[in-house]
């Protein structure tokens, strides 16, 4: 159990450190960032609602021809 926690601290430290070494976005580039991905999602949002119109539209000719 002891190396568990000692583990587990060192582990803490680390993290510690690490955080203390990452460079953050200011504020404009985070609000950059955000538009972007705002965008990107609308797009994605677009384009799967498209093709699920278009494939549901094929469904159902194809039902009305084969009478299904």
């Known amino acids: 159990m002891p190396d568990t926690l000692r583990n587990a601290r060192d582990f803490l430290g680390d993290v510690q450190t690490e955080m203390q070494k990452v460079t953050w976005p200011d504020w404009p580039q985070l609000q950059n960032s955000t538009y972007i991905i705002i ?13 699920d119109y278009v494939v549901n539209n094929a469904l159902e000719i194809l039902r009305g021809i084969l009478g299904g």
């Open 39 to 51: 965008v990107f999602v609308a797009v994605v949002a677009l384009l799967i609602f498209v093709m």
